[in-house]
């Protein structure tokens, strides 16, 4: 293969592909696309990488790090396609070049700031898209608290989107699931902005206990009705007991995100559903509401997907680090957890993965102090960062 001036060649470098690394290789780009890769030296012409490692771009499935951005402190709401232009360079400069936007589809009086903000947050989305603002590719993922009095009526407003992906199954009533320790999620919420009293939180862990014996149930078929209607993938969430397993059988879920026991991670990998796990998770050792650790799970050949969820940085970091934690896992299985596997799960069959025909989503990493950072992004064919 010879170079042309529609081509980019990149060489001198570690090729991560799905199921090996070249150790010294090279990828060539034509036309937004992988065009042919290799070992040794380049034909032709190529940006020297250094020795760094090319890799897909990483895909994430379950970030709400937006809200972050778009509620900096409280009761300071910033410019939603400001925020959104913001957020989005933190991702690309974290080696992410496919993301789920994670938005919470309900309202809830005397909780969080962002409630009810889907719509405003994916308008913003939309404009930054229409107006060639954005570095990454951005899909919607509607996260659905099952028991909140509006959440059909919030999901209906914005199921018709052509970029919904993802719609996930969450109920985070005191007691169960991700908080079963209910003096857990009073110390989340005691930290989080400005903290909340215990008096307040009784209140707030009441109206929530009326609310999921009220409408969960109902809301549950609903929201399961509507993700089939639209062939959108479901998501469960804090999967913890059998009964949680049943369900998730029950309702076709694809993605089990956070599991809290082995015990239902296991049900869950036995029914064919992929798991999803927290990459902060296995940068920090563990889970930081006390429930099981990601490395756990991946010893046990029970994680498919990690998510950088509230650090997007980490997912990089998790990735990289996965083979030291578990020596049965190899560098390209480690990256498929962050590219490959994502990718397939909501059906984003033409990325994920260094192959011919492929989109050109690439990232350059170099490795410092295992710290990786990275150097450059490209998105289809594209330098973006």
């Known amino acids: ?40 030296d380049a034909p032709g012409r190529a940006e020297d990488a250094t020795g760094d490692l090319i890799m897909p771009g990483l895909i994430e499935l379950h970030t709400d790090h937006l ?33 789920l936007d994670s938005l919470r589809v309900w309202r809830e009086d005397g909780a969080e700031e962002v409630d009810g903000r889907a719509g405003v947050l994916a308008k913003a989305i939309t404009t930054a898209r229409e107006e060639n603002l954005l570095r990454v590719d951005h899909f919607l993922h509607l996260r659905c608290e099952i028991p909140m009095p509006s959440v059909v009526e ?19 009533t005191p007691g169960q699931r991700q908080f079963r320790d209910e003096g857990k999620l009073r110390d989340y919420y005691r930290g989080k902005n400005g903290g909340k009293t215990d008096a307040e939180l009784d209140v707030l862990f009441e109206r929530r206990f009326v609310y999921q014996k009220t409408y969960a149930a109902a809301n549950m078929r609903e929201i399961v009705a509507l993700a089939h209607q639209y062939a959108i993938p479901l998501a469960s969430h804090d999967d913890t007991t059998e009964e949680n397993v049943i369900d998730a059988v029950r309702d076709g879920v694809a993605v089990a995100e956070f599991p809290t026991t082995m015990e239902a991670a296991r049900g869950l990998h036995q029914a064919g559903i992929g798991i999803l796990m927290g990459a902060p998770n ?13 490395v756990d799970l991946a010893r046990e050949g029970l994680l498919d997907i990690l998510s950088s969820d509230y650090i997007p940085s980490s997912l990089l970091m998790a990735a990289l680090q996965l083979p030291r934690h578990v020596p049965a896992i190899d560098l390209a299985s480690a990256v498929r957890t962050v590219t490959k596997a994502p990718a397939e799960a909501v059906g984003l069959t033409d990325r994920g993965e260094i192959a011919i025909g492929k989109r050109a989503d690439l990232i350059r990493v170099h490795v410092a102090r295992d710290i990786p950072v990275v150097r450059s992004v490209w998105r289809e064919g594209q330098r973006v960062a």
């Open 154 to 172: 919030e999901a209906k407003e914005l199921i018709d989107r052509p970029d919904i992906r993802l719609m996930s199954l969450m109920d985070h």
């Open 282 to 294: 296995v940068v920090r050792g563990g889970s930081h509401s006390g429930n099981i650790a990601a």
């Open 67 to 99: 809200e972050a951005h778009y509620v900096p402190r409280p009761k300071v709401f910033w410019d939603p396609i400001a925020a959104v232009v913001s957020y989005d360079g933190q991702l690309a400069t974290s080696g992410i070049t496919t993301v």
């Open 1 to 40: 293969m010879s170079a042309t001036k529609h081509e980019t060649i990149l060489g001198n470098a570690g090729i991560v592909l799905a199921d090996r690394v070249i150790a010294r290789g090279w990828v060539a780009i034509a036309d937004g696309r992988i065009a042919e890769f290799g070992e040794g």
